[in-house]
Every structure is written in structure tokens, then in C-alpha cells.
């Protein structure tokens, strides 16, 4: 029997809640489709462990997530740490130390759940959203000039490379191929005009090997707008880290909730394990009363099987979601609901 | 009796098309509120000047403006004209020369125009983005290294400071304390580690000046989303040169059309002319029909109004954009309509 070692980073806030109920889902998959699932829990690799230690994770962090074959993360982010501070403490070197250069974010207006946008119905609105992981906009170059002065300054440098840009076009290429055959490039070279251009070149230069794929190229202000106006004709939409961050949680809340939204954090040469979380934050307000929504953990998990080389597991776990919300009314708080998140899941479950 | 010199710059595509209807509408207001226009054309300030002389307007161009009262701008772009040749050879200069660092984009639900987004409601949405418009993530710093090689890469450096930052602050806190004292600062501090921690900063300490504004500050990808999920909640928005366009362009989606909404580009100090001008590009796929949306461009000249000390008539414009829609059921192509520019401005008008 196949068996893969997972590392579970439950993190800070409602990702503590979310996570167990993602792991009650692939214990029963791994049973149904046979295969094995070990986990490794890093419990404490959380703001708290930064309040009380200085570190969100070991100086050897990367090292005792190397051998594992897939991350499995809750939410990082606590009110009394600065985001820059737990994010670049732990999310960020995982994605740039593993190399999982495509974040890749599922969009799908699911039956049951109305969309705040009046065109955005079920199965009309059915996309990805590729981001690039690892470089761009968020880059640790620059900083301040003549700090406290009233000339004060500060610079940030945003550094795109050729391979880095390349590969994660290629994958959203290949995606757009294996997909509906049509890919979207979020660009904004009429404003940022050294790496933006650079981009839409390498665009035009890989979409030459993917002659049978669609492509056009939107600036990000428009499409944005397009997002909420005709939400129905994106397939593949590929951009940078800012842009595709952005565009993904826009998307998420087109799609009807945030509480939902999947995302993984590929290296797609599998050199490195990836990394699988939803999209919601840690949710500091809600936090400790076991009310969270599991879906997106749930369905990060699935995209987690899919990797694994287990797409009909994974697909049952969509379906389950699906089902949940198309045939029951059972529905967490941020769904306007009452249920909680063990009542979420354990509906999840019997559907599965 | 008061004469104000305007510049008028049609520009490109429908540029051409929307600036004589605003012209139409100003002249209306003149002869009622008893103040004289006198207008400069600068007609031939276009991409087709770049492809016959290889620039878009003449060396001395912002000479020719320097002695107006405002500037009154159609649109700018053109098919073959890289849109970063002509928007960095006319709008930017501007936008820079005369220091109009704020760039003001006004967003409402109007009565007659169904919103995308279900909950925005006519007289539900009504706010304002103030957008940082000379500085920051669009800058010329920056270029390319190794180019044409495998290890090529692109950097692009924003730029913040202490002066620039702090100025439309204080425009943005200004006017929440005018409005409806509530302000939402757009931020990346978790992402964008030296420029958006260095805003926030700011934020903070030009917030103490005015204790009666109610301030949050949201990053940029929560906040679309809370654009879609609950536009009826924000007064004052204020963010970046590069946060500003993506939001406004989001919101304008929202509030139902990029046709209708206006922007100004603002130097408070009044050191330099202002200018004025239609969120909508230069649209080639419609150019020439003489079927573009005016509302746009009057709802611009409109806040031209207001600028140049004529608020009561600049009220009496909005108003009747507001009457047109909420009134008549005509309505450009881009509203679902068949009415050409013209019969919508004489529609309009009438209702004057
Ligand atoms: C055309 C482009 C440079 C411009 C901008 O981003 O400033 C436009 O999108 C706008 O919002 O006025
Ligand atoms: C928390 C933040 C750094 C992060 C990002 O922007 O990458 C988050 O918004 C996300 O999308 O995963």
C-alpha cells in the first residue's frame, strides 16, 4: 500500500480548527482508495511559539519538512504579530525554500451558495488562478533612506527572471491545454513599465509552444472589473505574486465565499514537498469556538490527493463539498448558518 | 463675470467623441451660473502624432498648459502604440509636471443602472477613492539585466516618500472629515515588506491630526474582496498609485459602468492646472461609431466644476447624469442601449 508522510502545520487561530477536519476526511479516503497517510505534526510553529521564542518555526525547519511528501498548513497570522513578521518567519520560506514557484487558486461558483455577483451562477464560473510563488512584487530588496527625516524615502524592487517567469507560464500553459484551452495573463505594463512588459515578452514567447491555447492579456485594473462583470469566460488567469494574490481572493469572494477557496503551493518537478491551505486567514475574531469553516482546508486537502497521484480520491472530496452545500442547508457562520465546524463536517462526511 | 481657461486634450478613439459633449454641458452650465470658459485645443496630442512625428505631444507641451486653469482629457492609447510609450509621453507627464498627486475617483450606485454586485444598491454606495497618482509603484527606476540571456532578469523599484505619502494623506483624512469621517487605508505590509509597513506608518501618524475620522486599514487582497461583499460599507478609500487604479477601476465595475465614472487629477496647492478625465480608455473597438458612453467625461467636467469654485453647478451636472439614468431609458451601447453620444448628451440636456 502507497504510503505518503504528511506534515501538518495547524499554525495559528481557526487553522488549529480546520485541520483536524481535513484529516478526518483523508483518513477515510486513504481507506476507501487504499493508500496510507502518516502524519508529522508540527504543532507549535505559530505566532505563539514566535511571541514566546523569537522563531515561528527551528532554525531546522525546512530540514524536518524535506523528506515529507506533502504540507498540509491551517492559517498563519496572530493580532499581536506583524504579518510581515509571521508570514516571512514561516509561510513565505516554505513556498521559496521548496521551490513551489505556482500557487494555484480553483474558483467554482458551487449550487447552494449565491454568489454576490449576479451573473456568477453554478457551473458558470469554473477557473484557476496561477500565481506566481516565489519572486515579483514580494522581494525582500530595499528599504529606507534617511529614516525619521522629513526627505525619509523607502524603495522596494520587485525582480521577475526569466526562468522564474517562464516556468510558471509554462505550467499555466500546460494547465490552459489540459483545461478549457484558454489562458489570461494579468499584466499592468502601462504602468509598471520595466517588469510588466518583460512579462507580457516572455507571454508571447511561451504561448508559442502552446499552439493550441487561446491567450489574450488584460491589464490588471481592467481585469479586475471583468472579474465582477463577466466572471463566466476565464479559464486559466496567470499572474504574478501581487497580481495573483489580489485576483484570488477577488475571485474567492465572486465564488460566494472566502471560507471555501483552496489553494496549493506547487513545485511542480516534485524536487520538494508542496504545500496545501486554504485561503482564509487565521481569523483571530472567530477563533477558539470551534466555529470555522472547514471547506477550504477540506478542499486544500483534495488538491493535496490530486498531487499525490490520487485524483478519484480527490474528486470525492469535491463531490462531497459539492453535495454539502447542493443537498443540505447545513452551513457554518460565515455562511450565514449556524452549524458548527465538527456539525460541518460530519455532514461532509456522511455524504462521503 | 469669472473666466476660467480650460486645455482640452481629446486624445485618442472615443476621447475624440466624449469631449464635445462634456464642452456641450459646460457651456449650458456657464451661461446659467454665470462664468465664462474659454478653451485651448490640443487636438492633435495623440498616438497618431507619435507614429507621425515619434512624439506624443510637442517638447513644450506642458509649457503650453502651465498658464490654464484645468485640463479637460478624453483618452489616450491606440492599437499600435505600446500603451506605455503613450501614456509615459502624455498623461504621466502630466499627471507628474503639475504635481497632481491626488487622483480623486468618486464611485455611486446611480438609480437606472443595475450594479453586477446584488447588494449595491442605488444611493447605497457612494464613495470616494483617493488614489496616490505621481509616485510609488509606477516609476522609471528599474531596467533590465543580461537581457536576451537564460539568467536574464527585470527589477523594478517603487518608490515612497515621507512628502508624497504624507500629502494625500492628509487629502484623503481631509475629506473623510468633510464626508463621512471614515476612512480605509489599502495596504501590502504583509507582502510588500519595505514600501506598504512605511505607508501604514504614515497612515498612523497622519490619522492623530484628524481624531474625528474613524481609520482601518485593509491589505489588497481582503479588501477587493470586501469590495464585492460589501461596497456599501466605505467612505473615503485611500491607497497607492498602483492600489488606487486597481480598486477604482474594481469599484467603477461595481457601481455597473467604466462608461459613467470620472477622475480627477488633482493638485490641491492650485500651484499647477489640474485635470480632469473619463476613467474609459480610448476603446478602438468603438472609436468612430459615435455610439461612446458621455457620461464619463461630463460627470469629469463636472468635477472640473467643482475645482474651479462652481460647486452648484457642478451639482446641477451630477444630477442630471443622475436624472438621465434614474429618468429615461436611454442609454449608450455599453448600458444595453441604442442611443448614439449625441442623443444621450441631448437627452441630458434637456434635463438640464
Ligand atoms: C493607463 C494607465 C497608465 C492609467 C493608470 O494606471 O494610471 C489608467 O489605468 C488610469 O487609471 O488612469
Ligand atoms: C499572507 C500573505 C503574505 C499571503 C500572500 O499574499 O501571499 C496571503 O495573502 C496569501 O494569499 O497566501
Known amino acids: ?157 520587485a525582480v521577475f527572471t526569466r526562468a522564474g517567469v517562464s516556468r510558471v507560464l509554462d505550467y499555466a500553459f500546460g494547465l490552459a491545454a489540459r483545461r478549457g484551452g ?43 472589473a471583468k472579474f465582477v462583470l463577466e466572471p463566466g469566460r476565464f479559464d486559466v488567469v496567470v499572474a504574478s505574486n501581487l497580481f495573483g494574490d489580489i485576483l484570488s481572493d477577488l475571485a474567492a469572494a465572486i465564488a460566494g465565499s472566502i471560507g471555501i477557496a483552496p489553494a496549493a503551493n506547487l513545485n511542480p518537478e516534485r524536487a520538494y514537498p508542496s504545500m496545501f491551505e486554504p485561503v482564509h486567514g487565521s481569523a483571530p475574531d472567530i477563533a477558539g469556538q470551534g466555529v470555522a469553516n472547514p471547506l477550504g482546508a477540506i478542499w486544500s486537502a483534495a488538491m493535496m490527493l490530486d498531487h499525490l497521484g490520487h485524483p478519484a480520491a480527490a474528486k470525492d472530496v469535491t463531490d462531497a463539498v459539492a453535495g454539502v452545500l447542493a443537498k443540505t442547508d447545513v452551513r457554518t457562520r460565515d455562511l450565514g448558518g449556524t452549524a458548527t465546524t465538527a456539525e460541518f463536517t460530519d455532514k461532509l462526511l456522511e455524504l462521503l
Open 1 to 157: 500500500m502507497t504510503n505518503h508522510r504528511i506534515a501538518l502545520i495547524p499554525g495559528d487561530g481557526i487553522g488549529t480548527e480546520v485541520l483536524p477536519a481535513a484529516q478526518q476526511v483523508l483518513d477515510v479516503l486513504g481507506r476507501r482508495h487504499g493508500f496510507g497517510l502518516t502524519y508529522t505534526s508540527y504543532d507549535d510553529w505559530s505566532c505563539e511559539r514566535y511571541l514566546r521564542e523569537g522563531a515561528m518555526m527551528p532554525a531546522d525547519g525546512l530540514d524536518q519538512l524535506r523528506d515529507k511528501d506533502a504540507i498540509l498548513l491551517g492559517a498563519v497570522g496572530h493580532p499581536e504579530v506583524p504579518d510581515h513578521v509571521s508570514l516571512w518567519g514561516l509561510l513565505i520560506p516554505i513556498r521559496r525554500g521548496f521551490r513551489q514557484y505556482v500557487n494555484l487558486r480553483p474558483i467554482r461558483v458551487f449550487e447552494g451558495i449565491e454568489s454576490p455577483v449576479r451573473t456568477a451562477r453554478a457551473g458558470a464560473v469554473d477557473f484557476v488562478v496561477v500565481r506566481e510563488n516565489v519572486e515579483g512584487e514580494y522581494s525582500q530588496v530595499g528599504g529606507r533612506f534617511n529614516s525619521g527625516f522629513p526627505d525619509e524615502l523607502a524603495v522596494q524592487e
Open 182 to 224: 484558454r489562458l489570461t495573463s494579468a499584466t499592468k505594463s502601462n504602468g509598471i513599465v520595466h517588469t510588466m512588459p518583460f512579462w507580457d515578452e516572455l507571454v508571447a514567447e511561451r504561448a508559442s509552444g502552446f499552439p493550441q491555447v487561446a491567450w489574450d492579456q488584460e491589464h490588471i485594473d481592467a481585469l479586475a
